[in-house]
Structure formats: structure tokens, C-alpha cells
């Protein structure tokens, strides 16, 4: 089992720069990866019997005279190439090298990401679910299961075929967004990084952009970035069956 976290150490959006107000909670940008290492030592220090690796896609994103631009095409780990449309779309950029260095490295049983990914998740979500998206149903289950357990909730999202097309490009094999806006944000995103795994490979991405920040305090977290997912996390990898979890939907 493979857990991969976005860890953008702070996302001024670089090139795409995002607007001031509220910038500084970009800090949290790290918060998959976080959560992601930190399920892998709870499962550690706890003897847990089992193999899980953690992977933390670490970078920053800042403008500056090397920083990436709109209209560049970059090849990822897997040599796919990639045509940039905004740089405030790096974390599917950073979790496609993860993705697929997880799979050609570790040939895992499944892959699970675990992002801050779109604010798209927040309108479709609000701040009470986090975005389940997977082309396995029987990891989905097991996800939900380990969800309603662990008391952190997901909703499953489709990934619609539809969302491939939105993402073709005339000079390289992949978009990073689609052109012109307007597509489902949150869908796209969770099947641009799906695109770096094998198709074989039971695959699911948690978008935990609107649930990762608390603005007063929890039984469970103080005010600010509560580690959503690592009680999820540490449930499911526990539970896991490798059976069920390679059983794929008929269509999303």
C-alpha cells in the first residue's frame, strides 16, 4: 500500500499568482502530505501489521525568474509530457511524479493520494465532506467504511469520461486544467493524477481542500490545520484487502 500526499510548503500560485486575501493559509498547502506521513508512523509506532510506504510530493511554489509558465510542456516521472495552462495547479503536477513513481517503485497493492487539491471541492462539499474519487469500487467501499469508522467524512464524486477530453492537448499528452474553465474542477483534477496510474493499479484520491482548516477548536484538533485523514487513513490501511479493492466500476 502506497499513501502519497501533496506537500506544497507554501503556494503563492507562482506565475498564476493568487490573490493576497487570505494567502497566508497557504502554509497549509502541505496538508496531504502531512497527513499521509503521519498515518505511515501511527501505523509504525503502533506495531500495525502491515506494508505501507509513505510518499510526500514535496515542493514550494513561487514566482521568479525560474519558476514555470503558462505554455510550457514538462515530462513527468513516467515520461508522459504535460502542457502547463496555470501554475496554480501544482499539486496535480507534483502527486503525477508521486503517482507514478509509487507504481514503477513499488508495484503497491493500491495507491492512495491524499491533497489540498481545488477549492472546487469546497462549493460541490462545503466543509463537512472531503472528495472521494477512485475508478475501484471496492477500494471506494473500503475508504467509506474506514470514513464512517474513523469519524472523518467522505463523499464520492464521479469521474466522468467526459473529463479526458476536457484535458487534451495539441502538443503534449495532457492538459493540467482545462481550457477556458467552466469544467468540474475537482473531477478534473483527481483524473489528471489518476492518468499516472496503471490502470490496473486500484487507485482513489482524497481532495481534503475544504475540511483540512478548522477555525476554532475540536475534541479531536485545535484551531487551524487538523490532520484530516490520518485517523482515516490508519483505519483503512489496517483493514485493507487487496481482493476487493481491484474491483472496478462499470461506469462513473
Known sequence: MVLTGKGITFDSGGTSLKPGSGMWKMKDDMAGAASAIAAVLSLAKSGAPVHVVGVAA??????????????????????????????????????????????????????VNLATLTGAVGTALGDDYAGLFSRHDGLVEQLQASSKASGEPVWRLPLHPSYAK????????????????????????????????????????????????????????????????????????????????AGRAAQD
Request: hydrophobic share 40%; glycine share 12%.
Open 58 to 111: 514535496l515542493a514550494e511554489n513561487m514566482p521568479d525568474g525560474g519558476a514555470a509558465r503558462p505554455g510550457d510542456v514538462i515530462r513527468a516521472y513516467n515520461g508522459k509530457s504535460i502542457e502547463r495552462l496555470n501554475t496554480d495547479a501544482e499539486g496535480r503536477i507534483v502527486l503525477a511524479d508521486a503517482t507514478a513513481y509509487a507504481d514503477k517503485r513499488y508495484k503497491p497493492a493500491a495507491i
Open 166 to 245: 476536457d484535458l487534451e492537448s495539441p502538443i503534449a499528452d495532457i492538459r493540467d486544467i482545462a481550457e477556458g474553465g467552466g469544467a468540474a474542477g475537482a473531477g478534473i483534477g483527481a483524473h489528471f493524477i489518476g492518468y499516472f496510474a496503471e490502470p490496473t493499479t486500484p487507485w482513489a484520491h482524497l481532495d481534503i481542500a475544504s475540511v483540512t482548516w478548522i477555525e476554532r477548536d475540536q475534541p479531536t484538533a485545535p484551531k487551524g490545520s487538523q490532520g484530516f485523514g490520518v485517523r482515516l487513513l490508519d483505519d483503512f490501511v489496517r483493514r485493507f484487502d487487496a481482493g476487493k479493492a
